[in-house]
């Protein structure tokens, strides 16, 4: 496995029923689950330190099939449970014998150690007198004093920090970070890397990278978005014998966030009904508008990516240069040139409306939109997707509508998906790139909150999320789960995706699948989902995500957009 690269199914050792695997895809607040854990502790009638000896266990467990040879471990032990969790793995480390040396680092803190890990601590203490058994102790300050050496190290363990960090690592925290960094050795980290916040993923300082990464109870949001994938590695999961307790209504109810990949295609896409007698104007009338001088390239992706996500039929209004290009890359695509009657009458046909790939922010694009928006807000029931400058236009319409301009009633949209990346984001919100991306859950609440319908704040571990009122019932069954809570977080996608023209794509397939009367939620989610795998699947495909381009997805739409149960791999698609 390349070091630091995010595997994004995660991983359990330990099989559960099927109800149970429903946890693998759900994420707590890790403040709630601080809180929740010593309820549920006392309902199964066990100590907190009970349940740390079970985390100890199942982290131990997985570095020994991850590294079954290793001999050398360094523990790095902090002041507060984390660290009673790095006790207790030094602890089952040091009873493998055949050679095994164990050294653990402790980080002092100003208070006592929590009970917890002061009873692991004192385990940890006896085992050392035991014979045959080489456990090396050495306090922080020391160590680094020392040079802080990791020759020879086979596995570093960190349990620096754990979920109720607060602001970035100072100190000797921050000095044993940077070192085993630096080492490059593999870094198993428990619960979480020390220095990601958990709520967020946002690293404000010193953060391990670990290669692996063992959870507990609950997935925790800020594993999922952010800085996640440069700090997590392969994330597993285990839920130390909680799963019934985390079942219980009383815990759904509390659930964050829902984690989606790419197996949540099928039930995502799947109809209730077979549809076979049908013909192209009830697979949905599509129109695109935007491609202003220069950028004819947007317009022409988000209409072909429409095309072949199953849209039936797709009606382009740009600049009359674009119309000629178009037609030769993709013939089946109506163009015409952007006019205020093509604009009326486009309305007036379709079934939804996609604008903003290659819009551009002067009176030409500004005046389609408001032309766009007004109609839509007379027929409410017409879903739409904006994206790119449309965005950048309404983000200035409402900077202006706060500064006590005239301008339509309200920026609110119930039927609309937005799609904004963070510097998107920031514009309309008024606010910095960085305040986006130091909450990007945050970020979406306000955004929705603000605008309406759906927001897709895309970007490593895209995050979207549904206003209330723009929800509509879905028919009970698999999907109706996935679309449980209000905001989700797409587990897919690669590096390779940061490149000109993604968005447009991801534009025309969302676009597409509204156009064919997928619920506002279900098609955000689902398009997002079939984006980034036919993403990873080209990267798979082609042996890595460097020079990935947009269209080069288009090849692998089909298999994305008629999944199996079983999934489907790359050979599959038609190359």
């Known amino acids: 496995m390349r070091r630091n690269s995010f595997i994004r199914t995660i991983s359990t050792y330990t099989r559960y029923p099927d109800e149970q695997q429903k946890l693998l895809y759900l994420a707590w607040s890790a403040a709630w689950l601080r809180k929740a854990e010593v309820e549920a502790a006392r309902v199964q009638g066990i100590t907190l330190y009970d349940l740390m000896q079970r985390a100890a266990a199942a982290f131990f467990k997985v570095v020994c099939t991850e590294v079954p040879n290793a001999k050398k471990w360094l523990v790095l032990c902090g002041s507060g449970n984390n660290g009673g969790d790095g006790f207790e793995v030094a602890r089952r480390a040091s009873s493998r014998g055949g050679g095994t040396c164990v050294t653990v680092i402790t980080v002092a803190g100003s208070k006592p150690l929590p009970p917890e890990a002061a009873a692991a601590y004192a385990a940890l203490q006896e085992e050392r007198q035991k014979p045959g058994v080489e456990i090396v102790m050495k306090d922080a300050r020391t160590w680094l004093e020392e040079g802080a050496s990791l020759s020879g190290v086979d596995v570093v363990v960190d349990g620096l920090l754990g979920t109720g960090m607060g602001g970035a690592p100072r100190g000797d925290y921050a000095a044993i970070i940077d070192r085993v960094n630096e080492s490059g050795k593999p870094c198993f980290a428990i619960d979480i890397p020390s220095g990601l916040d958990a709520e967020t993923g946002d690293v404000k300082g010193s953060c391990i990278r670990a290669v692996h990464t063992v959870t507990f109870i609950a997935v925790k949001p800020g594993l999922l978005t952010g800085s996640a994938r440069n700090h997590v590695g392969k994330l597993h999961y285990d839920s130390l014998d909680l799963a019934d ?202 955004l929705v909150a603000r605008y309406g319908g759906v927001v897709l704040l895309k970007g490593p571990g895209t995050v979207l999320r549904i206003a209330e009122d723009a929800r509509v019932p879905v028919p009970t069954g698999t999907a109706a789960e996935l679309l449980f809570p209000a905001c989700a977080v797409a587990d897919v996608g690669n590096s390779g995706m940061a490149s000109g023209g993604m968005g447009d794509v991801l534009t025309g397939i969302i676009a597409g699948l509204l156009a064919q009367q997928f619920p506002l939620w279900q098609a955000t989610c689902a398009g997002c989902l079939v984006h980034g795998t036919a993403a990873d699947l080209a990267a798979s495909s082609q042996g890595g995500e460097r020079g990935l381009t947009a269209t080069t997805l288009f090849k692998y739409l089909p298999v994305c957009l008629k999944p199996t149960p079983e999934g489907f791999q790359a050979s599959q698609c038609y190359l």
Not at 333 to 358: F, K, N, Y
């Open 245 to 446: 307790w985390l079942l219980l209504p009383d815990q759904q109810r509390d659930v964050f966030c829902r984690r989606l990949e790419s197996s949540h295609l099928f039930p995502l896409l799947s109809r209730s009904e077979p549809r076979r007698c049908i013909n192209k104007a009830m697979n949905g009338k599509l129109l695109v508008v935007g491609g202003d001088s220069g950028f004819g390239g947007a317009i022409a992706m988000a209409a072909e990516a429409a095309l072949r996500s199953g849209c039936g039929l797709v009606r382009v209004l740009t600049r009359a240069e674009h119309a000629a290009p178009i037609m030769c890359r993709c013939p089946e695509v109506m163009t015409q040139t952007l006019t205020e009657e093509s604009l009326r009458m486009g309305l007036q046909w379709a079934s939804c409306v996609a604008i903003g790939p290659g819009l551009g922010q002067g009176a030409w694009g500004i005046e389609a939109l408001r032309v766009v928006e007004i109609h839509l807000r007379e027929n409410i029931n017409i879903p739409s997707v904006w994206d790119a400058d449309a965005l950048n236009i309404l983000a200035a319409f409402s900077r202006k509508r706060n500064d006590g301009e005239q301008q339509p009633p309200s920026v609110r949209l119930n039927n609309r998906v937005i799609t904004p990346h963070s510097a998107e984001a920031s514009r309309l919100l008024g606010c910095t790139v960085s305040e986006v991306e130091q909450n990007r859950y945050r970020a979406a609440e306000e």
